[in-house]
């Protein structure tokens, strides 16, 4: 993945005509976005935080030195989930990972 540029948005604003690949890394789907409105290329939700991680964390500011560490140890091992386009194709050059969360601060992808 060297020299991939990622940038981070909200699933919730709009596509703009510079995205690249609009990966989502989140379980579930966000509430009230259609995938057309979306549109989003790739949804890697086995890579993002567990149900009982992102509980545990609930979004908190004060959690956040913690659930760092923690969500990378989710990750160790899971080098293939991790790749940009786990089923074959060419590699992403440039992308934009999506999240639901509404501060862009607190996303766990970050």
Request: proline share 6%.
């Amino acid at each position: 993945m060297r020299g991939m540029h990622i940038r981070l948005k909200r699933v919730y604003d709009k596509p703009e005509v510079g995205d690249g690949c609009r990966i989502l890394v989140d379980r579930l789907w966000p509430r009230g976005v259609s995938k057309q409105e979306a549109n989003i290329s790739l949804w890697l939700k086995d890579i993002a935080p567990s149900t009982g991680l992102r509980k545990w964390f609930g979004h908190s500011t004060i959690r956040w030195q913690e659930f760092r560490p923690r969500y990378l140890e989710e990750l160790d091992g899971k080098q293939e989930e991790l790749d940009p386009l786990p089923r074959g194709g060419r590699p992403v050059q440039s992308g934009d990972c999506a999240a639901a969360r509404l501060s862009l601060l607190l996303i766990h992808v970050s």
